[in-house]
């Protein structure tokens, strides 16, 4: 590899641009920038000439000392979630028209008869059937009728449709008539996005794998034309280097590769923030750990254990059903926005319906009069009403007429109501982070909190009292925790092997196949992506990202007989082998023999005891599928900054003399208003040690240290709460 | 009940404790707990039965108070307090940490047979504080047939019955008492599966239920529960007393009992409504019958409150505070409260369903825009043996369900299934079905012109052909909504929904209907044809925004002949857009009401939304 250069992550949310620029020292610039939802790039573009800028260089310079750029983007999810995603048309089976429309024949919300079905991604008139089909065993019992096939794409022509999706039955067991479909559009629609099913997740439950087709055909075509723009603009500004993006399951992925399953950019976003915690505190020694990032709005959870964040396939995406590997990433609608009200019974319930920014909780004075989360916070002192984000002012005459009207409706005073708001909304994030833990069995005491977004440090401090944790850890710049991570996520490929119909018994023999198979497909595509990134770019293959090493993890999805749903069990051995070889990697997965297969299995009904409350040894199991997941890091050329030593020493600054409150103000701790230090979090010094209560100020947010918690500065700007015994 | 549930006694605001916060923590908590539950028995269970998600879970204090469920088939939900208290009462001082029980009779408190009631004591520094519960629809549970049989005459044909046994002893299973249960049983080992899951569950709620009292501690908790019960007293009442004062009847039949009973049986209910308080009379309805459909007073009890939650705050709690805030009137030896030895698994469908039915009329009368429309019925079809194929036992149901009522405002929602599941239910995948079962699903889509036409149309029903991939197979066909009596009905001018229907295509070309709530046997290359009904529409349909009927048509959900001659809407045949002119025609000549020719200024484009919107019927 030639000498390192730059490298720069990207992340666009729906309010800001996130950027972090990494130096090839390992120094760190971070900048942040508003994100232009008519046309993304703007703000990318915007951002990196604001990173140039701070780097005292102009943009071309700077992009031309880059090796490589890390992007996450929400530009697939928010297509979804306005319903501004490609016209899309769906060809299944004959008689099989309704499966994704009948959503299983289910609501959520069963009692709510105003409730309204998520709206149709496919309407109706656009999903077209064609004779054909394969049977149970994978046997064609009727040809595809090839006329059914040209005559639906006709209508899908006249129709004007941009994308479709073709989902056969049974197509996971054969998927020929797929194929073929699939060259007939090719032909009779050039220029449209088309999906095959069995191509993306070949996998039982038609349901599923339609939806997933049909998401990815939905948001192909927007994701297609913002990558064509976003390459000619940075090859406009003379970038020759690959770009990545960031996948939902976390690792990051070639934009071919990426186009190609733009489903698997859903998560895109959020995906990168476990692999930021990771990193963070493992540099503290710490091996489990959950995230907490508290926004406007939603709550999100990850959970990282032994180091590494699970991924699930049986996700949602803005309630359709994804069945792709994606980071086990659990939202909540509890956010600073979220409203409080009163039953008519007497009950305080806060959200799930937020005020949103506008008109926003009622202390943002933009004309909203519902109590929320914010304006709580706000009354009991934990959030500085002078300047809120974008230097905002926040009216607390506002804050109190509204929880003032609740504590009305409660029989409590203004005070009470605001704190029990706050404990509200504590107790039901605290709900999600147990059921996080639990349902897979873990103790959610034995976690490290990590907390992001503007309201994750106001009450992470809380939420670790509830659960009786015993580290608390707000990052630097806590609100680019996803940038951050980006700069270290892995090129990633999960490789799947279906058992399903086939009646499998675990048996090495065929285990270790399908293993050595997946992870030859896989080096294969990842030395492919890498190829092509460099060739896209316009520069010499060798000087792409590195591929090597790659460690591999086996997992088998396995359940009783008779089971409908599998527990996907890792192998031990190779989550071991991992952490002990630090990213050293292999040249291809561990031998897959009976004793391994023995031990998967032990684990399984371990698990199986852990997250259902019984196990049954003497019943059978089979397998499902087999996963493997193929990791190869992009760090390859670069020291690490932090070497793994619990305490690192500070990159750039030097630790600051005794710290001095930056100022005093009224707080609510311990049933009472204290005037409490409020400090700069910058201004602390490393290593020191105050004890709550106190107020730390960081960008956009407070980190607030109740009077049983207290806060120290590590070497590089973490801040670390820990509970002190009283 | 012979027990007193705190629940019972109306707490005045003053014995509220002064801490309202922690009551909704607890609150919280307790639904999180029951939850928890339902996901850790649905990642677990066997059958397709739980699978399809017709199980609850549900929390319980010492003294007797159903405080949380999770109820994905509410109807099983509202009879837990009965259940519980028929196995309290039995075991009243003999229970010990580590004790599981066992209930299905419906003699002793249980709904119907089917569904199995498991209970575990929590047990907090050696006091019990709480009973963690799960009920669950069994794929067999003895009798003559599994699952429903429409020839039984009394319950020893029904099912094998439980009374109340201990299942667990300290953590030891009985094997004896599991023998007797499981050597009954033609599936046993899926049973004694779902059983097992069904005792991880309750495993799950009682850890959790002891670290929530770990970290609150004992007082407030129980501090908490009052409260959170007293709110959910006051918030249903509340919401009764929205209702509009009166004396409002509603007859609504089944279509028949089963093989012994071929004649229609009526539930007769008087609704009085007095301020927040309402008394549901059901003491006028028709005797028992010699059959399977007669309902227990429990699942009477549960109808009722699935019945009102539909119609009332969605995000209310079901707790027993809320059962007991309404007074259910009952004869026993009735349709409505069997008495021994009636037979009675029917109940918890079709007799469930003319029990909401006859509530959700009754207060359409008081005032329609508060309630459903009618939704359809359930009927379906289930098969079941032994898939030569896999060598292992299958029971399986192969039929799109109907769709629900529409609501002022509101389209119903297609196949969505019948008003005692909510909608909770989740179908089998095809896939997993044909895996699983040797019969292979054809097709299974929305039906044209399935739905109650009206302003706010119902859902849709579906038509599916299932085939026998093996001879010789045992067939149900169960349910009703058969006959122009019982179709869903329409509310303020809609229109009611289709009747439920269904023919064999054997494979030696004959045709034939069969009964409802009869068994039969099926050869290799039978189809069966099912259709279901779609819901009942609500409002005249010559009010439907025109636009949306045109969407409708374009989605082939309504032909153009319905179209035309009942939302009296033309549809330009070349463009599939309204033909204006010939609209305004067609609304003007029937009089159409105040809504008339408008409704060709609604939201237009080729994909309207399905529900329109209420303003816009407003012409010039």
Known sequence: MSAAGYRIAVDVGGTFTDLVLRRPDGGEVIHKTSSTPADPT???????????????LDPGTLLGRTDLIVHGTTITTNALITGRHARTGLLTTDGLRDVILARQGSREDQFDSRARPLPH???????????????????????????DVRAAARWFAESGVDAVAVSFVFSFLNDAHERRAGEILAEELPGVFVTLAAGLVPEVRLFERTTTAVLNACV????????????????????????????????????????????????????????????????LGVTDAMTVDMGGTSFEVSVSHDGRTETTSRGQVAGHPVCLPMLDISTIGAGGGSVAWVTPGGMLRVGPRSAGAVPGPACYGRGGDEPTVTDADLLLGYVDGRGFGDGLALSRAAAERAVGALAGRLGIGLTEAAAG??????????????????????????????????AGPVHAAALARELGIALVVVPPGASVLCARGMLHADLVRYGVHSLAGRGERPEAGVFDAAFRRLAREAVEDLGVARTEDAEQAGGEPDRGPAVSPVSFTRFADLRYVNQVYEISVPFAADLEADLEAGGAGSPEPARTDAAAVDAVLARFHELHEQRYGYAQPGVPVEAVNLRLLTRAPTLGGLAPVHPTSPCPAPPTRAPVAPAVPAGRREAWFDGRYQKVDVYQAETLAAYGRLAGPVLVEQANTTVVVPPDFAVERVGDGTLLLHPVQA | MSRVSRADAPGPADLMPADPVLASVVDNRLHAIAEQM?????????????????????????????????????????????????????????????????????????????????????????????WSVTKGHHADIGGSVPGYNPDAVDCWQDALRIPPVRLLREGVAQRDVWELILSNLRLRDVVEADLWCQIGATNVGERELVAMLDVFGVEPVLAAVDYQLEASRRHIRAEIGRIPDGVYRSVRHLDDGGTHHRAPIAVRLELIVRGEHAVLDFTGSDPQVLGYANSTYANTAAAALVALYAVTDPTQRRTSA?????????????????????????????????????????????????????????????????????GRPFGVAGALKGGSGATDGFDGWDVIGPPPAMGGGREIDVELHELAAPTTILSQEYETDSAGAGQWRGGLGGVSRWRMDQDDLAVLCVGSGTSAQTVPFGLAGGRPGPRNRSRVLHVDGRVSEPLPNSLFRLDR?????????????????????????????????????????????????????????????????????????GGLGGPGGPTAPAAPDPAAPAGP
């Open chain 1, 42 to 56: 703007d703000g990318f573009v915007a951002g990196l000439r604001g990173l140039a800028t701070a780097e005292g």
């Open chain 1, 121 to 147: 991604l496919v309407p109706r008139h656009l999903i077209r059937t064609v004779r054909g089909r394969v049977d149970r065993t994978g046997t064609v019992v009727t040809p595809l009728a090839e006329v």
């Open chain 1, 220 to 283: 192909g075509p927007v994701l297609r034309d913002y990558l064509d723009r976003l390459a000619r603009r940075l090859a406009g500004l003379g970038y020759r280097r690959p770009v990545l993006l960031v996948q939902s399951a976390g690792g990051v992925i070639s934009l071919d590769g990426a186009a190609q399953r733009p489903v698997e950019t859903l998560l895109s976003g959020p995906a990168a923030a476990p692999a930021a915690t990771a990193r963070i505190v493992r540099a």
């Open chain 1, 421 to 454: 708001v706050f404990q509200t909304v504590n107790a039901a994030m605290a709900d999600s982070l147990r059921l996080a833990t639990v349902r897979r069995g873990l103790d959610p005491r034995r976690f490290a909190l990590v907390a992001a977004g503007g």
């Open chain 2, 38 to 130: 339902a996901d850790a028995m649905l990642r677990s269970c066997r059958s397709m039965v739980f699978q399809s998600r017709d199980f609850v879970t549900g929390v319980f204090t010492a003294a007797g108070d159903w405080v949380a469920t999770k109820d994905f088939i509410p109807i099983l939900a509202g009879s837990l307090p009965s259940a519980y208290a028929g196995i309290v009462d039995r075991f009243a001082g003999d229970v010990h940490p580590g004790d599981v029980f066992l209930l299905n009779d419906p003699y002793h408190g249980n709904n119907h047979p089917p569904d199995l009631t498991v209970m575990k004591p929590v047990f907090h520094q050696g006091t019990l504080r709480f």
């Open chain 2, 322 to 390: 809320a059962l007991a805030a309404v007074e259910i009137r009952t004869r026993p030896g009735t349709i409505v409260h069997a008495v021994e030895p009636a037979a009675t698994t029917l109940c918890t469908i079709t007799t469930g369903e003319v029990i909401i039915e006859t509530i959700w009329d009754a207060i359409g009368q008081a005032d329609p825009a508060r309630t459903n429309a009618g939704w359809c019925r359930s009927y379906g079809f289930a098969a079941m043996g032994v898939n030569e194929r896999t």
């Open chain 2, 525 to 597: 290359g039978d189809i069966v044809e099912i259709h279901t009904a779609g819901g009942a529409g609500h409002g005249d349909p010559r009010r439907r925004v025109a636009e949306a009927v045109a969407a409708d048509v374009r989605d082939g959900l309504v032909s153009p002949a319905a179209a035309r001659e009942v939302y009296g809407v033309a549809i330009d045949p070349s463009t599939g857009d309204v033909d204006r002119a010939a609209t305004a025609l067609l609304r003007a000549d029937a009089g159409g009401g105040p809504g008339g020719p």
